[in-house]
């Protein structure tokens, strides 16, 4: 399959853990984001990379939030002391262009 | 900050036409309008974009309106496979990303 996926699938964690999700991009896209989704709403954007650097970061994202992508292949996001509002699903997607973002099936994280 | 309102619901008879709209007041001249659908327990899928011009693929025509501060998706044929959530989304100043609320579409057999 050559399309973005994302791992774990599913997290359940205490409030107050830090978690850290996987995205792996499609391998010739430079392109890659970052955004959360709570239910019956649409994503909401929290971060872009092109190639290693991070070049847009939403208001949204707390000092709690931090995502790398360090040899412009895989990313990484990482919440620090999860807290209850942090349950959401957390999308990746990736693109050569900004105008067709191909999206992986996201992870879901449930803080309790 | 960006805006973007879409209807919460549609409903649509199989084969028939579906025109979604999307309301981007906030839009500004360089930002191109995507839209994206999405399917229960999957990630979202591209289905169109555009600038200025209406635009056409294979899955959807792209109406722009000339002021760039609305937009209209349409399904030329509604199938079943067409039900999703269907969202508008704009790239504002900043390469911020800002999606619509999302229009759930029913078709109807």
């Known amino acids: 399959d050559t399309g973005v996926s994302q791992n774990p699938r599913h997290k359940i964690t205490k409030r107050g853990q830090n978690v850290t999700f996987r995205c792996d991009p499609i391998?010739?896209?430079?392109?890659l984001y970052w955004y959360r989704q709570t239910l019956g709403q649409g994503p909401e954007f929290l971060t872009y990379?092109?190639?290693?650097?991070?070049?847009?970061k939403s208001r949204l994202l707390s000092d709690r939030f931090s995502a790398e992508r360090p040899k412009g292949s895989f990313s990484t996001l990482e919440i620090q002391r999860t807290e209850q509002g942090d349950s959401a699903m957390y999308l990746c997607?990736?693109?050569?262009?900004?105008?067709?973002?191909?999206f992986g099936p996201g992870t879901r994280l449930t803080v309790l | 900050d960006a805006k973007t309102t879409q209807p919460n619901s549609m409903e649509s008879n199989e084969e028939e036409p579906v025109h979604l709209p999307c309301n981007h007041s906030t839009i500004s001249g360089t930002d191109y309008i995507h839209w994206y659908r999405q399917l229960p327990s999957q990630g979202p899928e591209y289905v169109i974009h555009g600038l200025t011009s209406n635009v056409n693929n294979r899955m959807a025509s792209l109406a722009i309106a000339e002021d760039r501060k609305s937009s209209t998706l349409i399904l030329h044929r509604a199938t079943l496979r067409d039900a999703a959530v269907y969202y508008c989304?704009?790239?504002?100043?900043?390469?911020?990303?800002?999606f619509g609320p999302g229009t759930r579409l029913s078709v109807l057999p």
């Open positions: 989304m704009t790239i504002n100043y900043g390469q911020n990303f800002v």
């Open positions: 990379f092109q190639n290693e650097a991070q070049l847009e």
């Open positions: 391998s010739e896209h430079n392109r």
């Open positions: 997607a990736s693109s050569v262009t900004f105008n067709e973002q191909f």
